[in-house]
């Protein structure tokens, strides 16, 4: 029964899970939460039992119709493209739940509860098919978001939770504007109205080369700015340190994670294959954009007194890359980005983390304060070099894949782009060192110190075995996406074929045989 | 000529007989009890078994094909049927709210049934009209009582002030409604919507198309489309919140249906400059709606400026009817005023479970750290406001869908890139209440418990709410076999 409704039961596992907390006795909510999050992630490897890697096709296709009268399905299906953010999901939060442990000390079960209804958010974003259903998944993730910055957040959280909010919403319901224009396009071009992905793809939507104000520039900026505001693209990028810094180590972990990559995939699934002419057309503005926001971004994360802020800066320096790479549209690019959007929900939820440790030690976060920490916390301080080292990109860890490939697509589709985010690379090592060098190593800074000479804050404990259990599986990570690409990339190769060569011409595989005679007309 | 009355014209009144007879029932109960008022559970029975009879009546008496009754000035077509099961439904939830209301005082409360049913009548007046002098009786059957409802209640001068506000601007209104019949009769001859319709000579008239203006004017003044909506903040916030809620669902929703009919009207209006005034009528009722808003602290009256807001939203659908696709449109408007109604009887009967007993009032402040104490509550109130907010997936969202898509159908691009920007602003306020509730503390305590009457509603609102995403295709399917036989 599930090995056909897999999407489904994937998607729906966490709303069940989040109403079930609420029946949970008071102590065991933790455990019970972490049990159902290992589960929904166990589930996740049905998929690759079922996953066809040699098709570019979208596979395990699920439709039912919704709201026949608009063309609204229930339409989720999966290719090479979303599997691994999928995974991605499903893996970051269990993590999360277990690095949470001790920093959420009150609302225990609503903590939880919020957690699960977010990753059925964020499932049912990177899985539907349709439009309507997309926008209602990609909007409802950020109420519970909201929420989780705003109850367990800093002392500004009110402030970033409404900025959040706001921003997210003011970019998206332009896009939803548009998506209703797209469905009445589809009326007048294939006779009904319909949301359906595949069938929008096969969309002629009007594009006029010398005027700016043609129905596809105006609905692609529509969903870029949605996309962008969410990824965050400079200049749109200013809600996202303020939500980092005030968001709880969790909600930090899973908004750098996986949310941003719902903007980027984003492009990936929407702007790309419905306006071909316009991405083409506007190309040089977002290359121009991302190489100054990874620019930019390592700037001004340079300068960054607070350990959390200069981590949040780099996600915009990072997700700058992702941005450069799709907007190359050739197979290196496209694969790059892919990967590195993998990689910075791995290395920077791993470095979120790992500030959200030290954090819960001292409730500072201030890189002056520091030094020296390297002596108190040894197994700390390798762990935050291997984490620090995979984001700046060292060959042999997973950074160095993506941010080649994304260089190397760049490279061919613009040499001058290419060269300028080449710079960002050194930039991105010399904020990083910095602070691992001011925080780890030279004298004891005056939180490190303790009272008599030679000894250090009694505060700062190594890490304790579950912080550890919670960085084993990142670490294993970072050197296995690191070394062995293939593993991964082997599974999203003929989407990624297929993607950039015939954008949007999709085939549709669903799982049994009597499926498709039941849903004969959508291929 | 003298109208023709068959027993098929009288069967239709069915409902109102009911109705008139459970509403004299308590007052007469009270005066022949020597002037004190009967047992309030009773009397509250005895109302809700009169609203489910009419109920059900109403829902048996099916709509076939629309038939006209009464030589012409009654009309009896799905419309009606919707507009009567809906504002029956309203004032089932209104009871309930008003039950254990401190603004509704124990030694009125027949009175207070009284005039109650008597709104319905009005109400119920204004979805049968086929005929403009009938629906100027249905408006005024429906704002008297309404008047005294207003300042009835509480006994602080806020609410005296907005009864007699509501009182002299609505009297306006009626002037100038009186003033529009009174110019289309001199030119058409008939006040009859569809003699007139049909009537294509007439409609080339000035006397005629002024006379319109004026009527519309009057109509619009009911429904608090900006620039006539200065009265509407003072008298949701003065009149007791139950009636509050009556006059924010049922009042809003007869009159847009009433709008609805006479569309066919406004369509002479679309080579006309008069069509550019009323899209920006539309753009100024959601801007206010959602600007003035900003700023106000009481809960009360950012629910009304939010309700200023979704007139704005509806009116772009009447707007897309008069211009556009008549059937798309006319699922929009009622999807969106069906699931509007329920969002805002829900909220309303939050405000009124919480404010406070002294001056019967509830400020932003005082939803301090409530989710700790009454978590399920305030996790409705959210559900509540997100929805009139319109973020997916509450019910909000589809309604706006469903308005949106018709705009877009009729070419208001414009119109709806405002709504939207306009909602987005308007999403500030509607968290400030969530903020306040989630993510401060307080020791203020605000525990007092009004009964189960009005959670009932709140429940109910917010489980169709929730759910609303599931109902919007079988509710076309129903209206498409009820509108368009």
Redesign the interface.
């Known amino acids: 029964m599930i090995g056909q409704h897999i999407l489904s039961a994937l998607i729906f596992f966490p709303a069940v899970a989040g109403m079930a907390l609420f029946f949970v006795p008071r102590g065991r909510v933790r455990l019970v939460a972490f049990t159902l999050s290992l589960i929904e992630f166990f589930l996740s490897f049905e998929i690759l039992t079922q996953f066809d890697k040699s098709s570019s096709a979208l596979q395990l296709a699920e439709k039912i119709p919704?709201?026949?009268?608009?063309g609204i399905e229930y339409f989720v299906a999966i290719d090479g493209i979303s599997l691994w953010l999928v995974f991605l999901t499903t893996a970051l939060v269990p993590i999360t739940i277990l690095g949470s442990w001790r920093v959420i000390s009150n609302n225990v079960r609503n903590f939880h509860v919020n957690v699960f209804f977010l990753q059925f958010a964020m499932l049912g974003t990177f899985l539907s098919m349709d439009a309507?259903l997309f926008?209602?998944f990609f909007?409802?993730s950020?109420?519970p978001m909201?929420?989780m910055i705003?109850?367990w957040g800093g002392s500004r959280?009110?402030y970033a939770?409404?900025k959040f909010?706001?921003f997210t919403?003011?970019g998206s319901?332009?896009m939803?504007?548009s998506i209703?224009?797209l469905?009445?396009m589809a009326r007048d071009q294939f006779g009904a109205m319909t949301s359906n992905l595949v069938e929008l793809y096969k969309l002629n939507v009007p594009f006029v080369n010398s005027f700016l104000f043609n129905p596809q520039n105006l609905m692609f900026f529509a969903f870029s700015i949605a996309f962008a505001i969410k990824v965050p693209m400079f200049p749109f990028h200013t809600w996202l340190p303020d939500a980092h810094v005030e968001a709880p180590t969790p909600g930090s972990v899973i908004l750098a994670g996986i949310m941003l990559k719902m903007g980027t995939y984003g492009f990936l699934r929407m702007v790309f294959p419905l306006f071909p002419e316009a991405s083409a057309y506007w190309t040089w503005l977002f290359m121009l954009l991302g190489v100054v926001g990874i620019i930019y971004g390592a700037l001004v994360a340079m300068v960054q007194p607070d350990i959390k802020k200069l981590v949040a800066y780099s996600s915009v320096s990072h997700m700058g890359y992702v941005m450069i790479g799709l907007f190359s549209f050739n197979y290196y690019g496209v694969t790059g980005a892919i990967y590195q959007m993998l990689n910075h929900g791995v290395s920077t939820g791993a470095l979120f983390l790992l500030v959200g440790m030290i954090y819960e030690r001292t409730h500072n976060r201030e890189i002056g304060k520091y030094g020296g920490l390297a002596l108190a916390m040894p197994t700390y301080a390798i762990v935050f070099l291997i984490i620090t080292l995979s984001s700046i990109a060292v060959p042999g860890t997973n950074g160095f894949v993506g941010e080649f490939f994304i260089l190397m697509g760049a490279f061919l589709k613009n040499r001058f782009m290419g060269s300028a985010a080449v710079f960002g690379v050194i930039l991105g090592a010399v904020y990083m060192l910095w602070m691992v060098k001011k925080v780890f190593f030279g004298k004891p800074g005056e939180l490190v110190k303790g009272e008599e000479d030679e000894s250090y804050n009694p505060l700062l404990p190594d890490m304790s075995p579950r912080e550890f259990a919670v960085m084993v599986p990142l670490l294993i990570l970072v050197f296995w996406m690191g070394l062995f690409p293939n593993h991964f990339l082997s599974w999203s190769r003929a989407s990624i074929d297929n993607y950039v060569e015939s954008k949007g011409s999709y085939t549709l595989e669903f799982k049994k045989q009597d499926y498709v005679s039941q849903l004969r007309g959508t291929k | 000529m003298t109208p023709q009355v068959s027993w098929a014209d009288l069967s239709l009144m069915i409902p109102f007989v009911i109705l008139f007879l459970f509403s004299v029932v308590p007052i007469s109960g009270k005066v022949l009890n020597g002037n004190t008022e009967l047992n309030k559970n009773f009397n509250f029975l005895i109302a809700l078994v009169g609203l489910f009879l009419a109920l059900v009546f109403t829902g048996f008496q099916t709509v076939i094909e629309p038939r006209l009754a009464f030589g012409g000035t009654v009309i009896y077509d799905g419309l009606t049927w919707v507009g009567n099961i809906s504002v029956v439904g309203i004032a089932i939830f209104i009871l309930l709210l008003a039950k254990n209301h401190p603004t509704i005082r124990n030694h009125q409360y027949s009175e207070h049934m009284f005039l109650m049913f008597s709104t319905l009548l009005g109400m119920f007046v204004m979805n049968f009209s086929n005929d403009l002098i009938m629906s100027f009786i249905g408006i005024e059957l429906m704002s008297l009582p309404l008047y005294v409802l207003i300042g009835i209640g509480g006994g602080d001068k806020i609410s005296k002030e907005a009864s007699f506000k509501y009182f002299v601007l609505g009297s306006f209104a009626s002037a100038f409604l009186l003033y529009g019949v009174a110019l289309v009769y001199g030119a058409a001859r008939t006040t009859q919507i569809d003699n007139i319709i049909n009537n294509q000579m007439v409609v080339q008239q000035l006397t005629f198309q002024a006379g319109l203006v004026i009527f519309l004017i009057g109509l619009f003044f009911k429904v608090a489309l900006v620039p006539f909506h200065a009265w509407l903040p003072d008298v949701y916030q003065g009149a007791p919140t139950p009636i509050t809620g009556f006059m924010a669902s049922g009042v809003k929703l007869v009159i847009f249906f009433f709008i609805l009919r006479i569309v066919p009207l406004g369509q002479l209006y679309t080579q006309n400059n008069m069509f550019k005034l009323f899209e920006w009528f539309s753009i100024l009722t959601m801007a206010i709606g959602s600007l003035a808003a900003l700023h106000q602290t009481n809960l009360k009256r950012i629910i009304a400026y939010s309700s200023i807001a979704h007139t704005g939203y509806v009116f772009m659908g009447i707007i897309a009817a008069i211009k556009g696709d008549f059937q798309q449109s006319i699922y929009g408007v009622v999807a969106y005023l069906l699931i509007y109604v329920l969002m805002t009887i829900g909220t309303f009967a939050v405000i009124g479970h919480f404010e406070k007993k002294q001056d019967h009032q509830l400020n932003l402040d005082d939803l301090k750290g409530l989710a700790n104490r009454r978590p399920v509550l305030a996790a409705c109130f959210s559900i509540l406001l997100l929805s009139l907010a319109g973020v997916p997936p509450m019910g909000g969202f589809f309604a706006k869908l469903m308005i949106f898509s018709t705009a877009v159908n009729a070419d208001l691009y414009w119109l709806v890139v405002w709504g939207a920007l306009t909602s987005v602003m308007s999403v500030y306020y509607y968290l400030k209440p969530i903020v306040n509730m989630y993510m401060y503390k307080s020791d203020i305590i605000l525990l007092e418990n009004r009964g189960r009457a009005q959670k009932i509603a709140i429940y109910v609102c917010t489980f169709l709410i929730v759910i609303s995403g599931f109902l919007i295709q079988p509710l076309i399917e129903k209206l498409n076999i009820l509108l368009f036989p």
Do not use: K
């Not at chain 1, 919704?66 to 608009?70: E, K, Q």
């Open positions: 919704w709201i026949p009268a608009f309507i926008y209602v909007e409802a950020l109420i909201y929420l705003g109850i959280r009110i939770t409404l909010f706001i919403m003011a319901v332009l939803l504007v209703i224009a469905m009445f």
